[in-house]
């Protein structure tokens, strides 16, 4: 007998949302709109998720994971520097590919108090970023980690909304990526 799946209303309210968003574009998706698409009462997310903050944060939680998923693939790629560089595109391709969820994970408001601790869930990436640093032997991993994620998660954002097409038309994103990796890569000493 095969098993069939039963989706939670939960879990149905969380895939509504995010498809609004996707759709949207916007993170500005309202409970009512989100219930009613799912097919139940307005009240009924609140069950759930007690204010709206709460949604958008489990929301992006979800999308943090994606990320997470995105990253781990392209971090099959062999040791050292080459994983750096796949994780950093996948990182800048997703924002691309999904950029109102990318502005939603990254919400101040959020990942200070939305109901999930986006902090947790985005800590596990840095904490990635720097194991690779660390295994290719170079010291102060934490500043260089930090210099290497604010660069790329800046190319994915102004990449992301279109800007950099604006701002720098016809400069390919990946050099800059690629640039922002040989200084955080080059930068310093190695450990001896």
Same mark, same amino acid.
């Given at each position: 007998m095969d098993t069939v799946y039963v989706e939670s209303t939960r879990d149905r309210l969380m895939r509504v949302g995010v498809e609004l968003m996707e759709e949207s574009g916007s993170v500005d998706i309202g409970l009512r709109e989100i219930a009613r698409r799912a097919g139940v009462s307005h009240g009924a997310p609140r069950r759930w998720f007690p204010t709206h903050r709460a949604l958008l944060s489990a929301i992006a939680a979800a999308g943090l994971s994606d990320l997470a998923s995105a990253i781990e693939t392209a971090g099959r790629e062999p040791e050292g520097r080459a994983r750096i560089d796949a994780a950093a595109h996948a990182y800048v391709d997703f924002a691309v590919r999904r950029p109102a969820m990318f502005a939603l994970m990254f919400r101040h408001d959020l990942l200070v108090s939305g109901g999930e601790d986006l902090r947790a869930t985005s800590r596990p990436l840095f904490t990635w970023l720097r194991r690779q640093l660390d295994d290719l032997g170079f010291d102060d991993t934490?500043?260089?980690?930090?210099?290497?994620?604010? !660069? =790329?998660?800046?190319?994915?954002?102004? *990449?992301?909304?279109?800007?950099? !097409? =604006?701002?720098?038309?016809?400069?390919? *994103?990946?050099?800059?990526v690629r640039d922002i990796i040989d200084s955080a890569c080059q930068a310093g000493p190695l450990r001896t």
């Open positions: 934490e500043r260089r980690a930090a210099s290497l994620w604010t !660069g =790329v998660h800046g190319v994915a954002m102004v *990449h992301s909304t279109g800007a950099m !097409g =604006v701002v720098a038309p016809g400069v390919d *994103h990946r050099l800059v």
